[in-house]
Nanobody, 128 residues
Framework: QVLLAESGGGSVQAGGSLRLSCVASGDSSVCMGWFRQAPGKEREGVASSHREGGTSYADSARGRFTISRDSAKNTLYLQMDSLKPEDTAVYYC????????????????????????WGQGTQVTVSS
């Protein structure tokens, strides 16, 4: 069982930046990821990190968001730059200690169904 606590959400104007943090406690995780859910939409994967070092990004996040992991602090980060109004959503941190490769070894999946521990979420609002 892993407990996850997100922080760093807030309101920002388009073009601005935010950094989300997720502190994990409990069992070690193989994959950790960030997901988001906008009003009226399904939850979607944003970025994920494998303990072997691999990362995955959604097309909407690639080039603007950067996921990183500090194993010593048991903390996952999401640096979000060039934010757009369509990035507005509740952002969730998730983790799993089970097999979570997307296909190639060490490349983490972005499928929410492969993650088994979830944080409470943090709101990100981007205004135009």
């Amino acid at each position: 069982q892993v407990l996850l606590a997100e922080s760093g959400g807030g309101s920002v104007q388009a073009g601005g930046s935010l950094r989300l943090s997720c502190v994990a406690s409990g069992d070690s995780s193989v994959c950790m990821g960030w997901f988001r859910q906008a009003p009226g939409k399904e939850r979607e994967g944003v970025a994920s990190s494998h303990r072997e070092g691999g990362t995955s990004y959604a097309d909407s996040a690639r080039g603007r968001f950067t996921i990183s992991r500090d194993s010593a602090k048991n903390t996952l980060y999401l640096q979000m730059d060039s934010l757009k109004p369509e990035d507005t959503a509740v952002y969730y941190c998730a983790s799993t200690s089970r097999y979570c490769d997307a296909g190639n070894y060490g490349v983490p999946t972005l499928s929410q169904y492969r993650y088994h521990s979830w944080g409470q979420g943090t709101q990100v609002t981007v205004s135009s």
